[in-house]
């Protein structure tokens, strides 16, 4: 496993890390959920990625227990805070105080005494910035978190923040979590990468083969108990469109050129640049675990003709309705 540092934090992560949305207390079972962590960890992934709202809080509590027998130093576990996880309207959103319940309860559910990262896991339109940022850095104070981030802001909710904390002496974001694979693109590439130097944020992608589109086990067909043919997911079969099924075809090509798997060439495409400080990976078996840390070594194979090709498949794609 190869690390990079978090921005300008001096906080290390591997390059691939491991999230828990849909799998873990949801889609697998406990066994294989404990199972996949333990060969991420294995490998060297030392960052694990959750949120308050996966599998209404059951995800927070498989990854606790299964990280029980693992040294809490050697983790970076992760949670977020926005979306309705509680009753009322204090349940939802940035408020001083739906961050500080959402923060409590995550650490009881996981059995852990501080998160590493914590993330806004979206902008809260309804509770100033200044609210956010002071609550974020009250709960660094405390211990109850080493860095705060943010999940899908936009570029100038980022710089925002940034400058009030810098007004106010508050620590601020050190961490942006957008989404970012092959078909969606711009936000990151156009908005979020210029700006990470100068506000010193790294970024953690994530969503690296959408959602299991790009590892091409769709291109024929719909398999059965995979994410896309799950019902209660069914908002997200939208991303099984011909235009981007013709691209994960032609992608795949490019990928046994170089002698690799498609995820691996999706996952280790997002390592080419310096900005993303992680990609967080999702999976179903222990075997996508293997198979997609090896993308570390993609980045190597990516010569100019090589990414001239991806270009030119990908072409001047735009998000489709993200
Ligand atoms: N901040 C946010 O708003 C946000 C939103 C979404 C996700 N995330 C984070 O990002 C993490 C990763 O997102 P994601 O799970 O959507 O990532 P993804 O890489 O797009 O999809 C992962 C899924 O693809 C399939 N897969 C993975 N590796 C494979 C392989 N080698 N071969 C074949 N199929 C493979 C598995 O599902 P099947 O077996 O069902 O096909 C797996 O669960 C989440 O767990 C979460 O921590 C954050």
């Given at each position: 496993?190869?690390?990079?540092?978090?921005?300008?934090?001096?906080?290390?992560?591997?390059?691939?890390?491991?999230?828990?949305?849909?799998?873990?207390?949801?889609?697998?079972?406990?066994?294989?959920?404990?199972?996949?962590?333990?060969?991420?960890?294995?490998?060297?992934?030392?960052?694990?990625?959750?949120?308050?709202?996966?599998?209404r809080g059951r995800a927070e509590i498989v990854m606790g227990e299964a990280i029980r027998d693992l040294p809490r130093p050697s983790l970076v576990l992760s949670s977020k805070v926005f979306w309705p996880t509680m009753e009322g309207p204090n349940g939802k959103g940035l408020s001083r105080k739906h961050i500080l319940?959402?923060?409590?309860?995550?650490?009881?559910?996981?059995?852990?005494?501080?998160?590493?990262?914590?993330?806004?896991?979206?902008?809260?339109?309804?509770?100033?910035v200044e609210e956010v940022v002071r609550a974020m850095d009250d709960l660094v104070h405390q211990g109850k978190v080493l860095y705060w981030g943010t999940s899908e802001w936009r570029g100038g909710q980022l710089a925002h923040a940034c400058g009030v904390a810098g007004e106010g002496g508050w620590y601020p974001p050190a961490v942006e979590q957008p989404h970012y694979n092959m078909l969606v693109r711009t936000i990151v590439e156009d908005?979020?990468?210029?700006?990470?130097?100068?506000?010193?944020?790294?970024?953690?992608?994530?969503?690296?083969?959408?959602?299991?589109?790009?590892?091409?086990?769709?291109?024929?067909?719909?398999?059965?108990?995979?994410?896309?043919?799950?019902?209660?997911?069914?908002?997200?079969?939208?991303?099984?469109?011909?235009?981007?099924?013709?691209?994960?075809?032609?992608?795949?090509?490019?990928?046994?050129?170089?002698?690799?798997?498609?995820?691996?060439?999706?996952?280790?495409?997002?390592?080419?640049?310096?900005?993303?400080?992680?990609?967080?990976?999702?999976?179903?078996?222990?075997?996508?675990?293997?198979?997609n840390v090896k993308a570390i070594e993609v980045p190597a194979r990516l010569t100019p003709e090589v990414l001239e090709r991806i270009e030119s498949i990908l072409g001047n794609h735009p998000p489709p309705g993200d």
């Open positions: 496993m190869n690390y990079r540092r978090m921005g300008a934090s001096g906080l290390k992560l591997s390059e691939i890390s491991l999230g828990a949305w849909v799998t873990f207390g949801e889609q697998i079972d406990d066994k294989t959920a404990s199972a996949i962590l333990h060969a991420a960890y294995d490998h060297g992934i030392n960052f694990f990625d959750n949120a308050d709202i996966y599998a319940e959402s923060c409590h309860a995550s650490l009881k559910r996981m059995g852990v005494e501080y998160l590493d990262l914590y993330f806004c896991h979206r902008y809260d339109p309804e509770t100033p908005e979020l990468v210029p700006l990470a130097d100068e506000l010193r944020f790294g970024m953690v992608t994530w969503s690296p083969l959408r959602s299991g589109l790009l590892s091409g086990k769709y291109n024929d067909s719909t398999p059965g108990n995979v994410r896309l043919s799950l019902e209660r997911y069914n908002w997200l079969h939208g991303i099984l469109n011909d235009r981007d099924l013709g691209i994960t075809r032609k992608l795949a090509g490019v990928a046994a050129d170089l002698g690799v798997t498609l995820p691996q060439l999706a996952i280790g495409w997002l390592l080419r640049l310096p900005q993303v400080s992680s990609v967080i990976t999702g999976a179903t078996r222990v075997e996508h675990v293997h198979e």
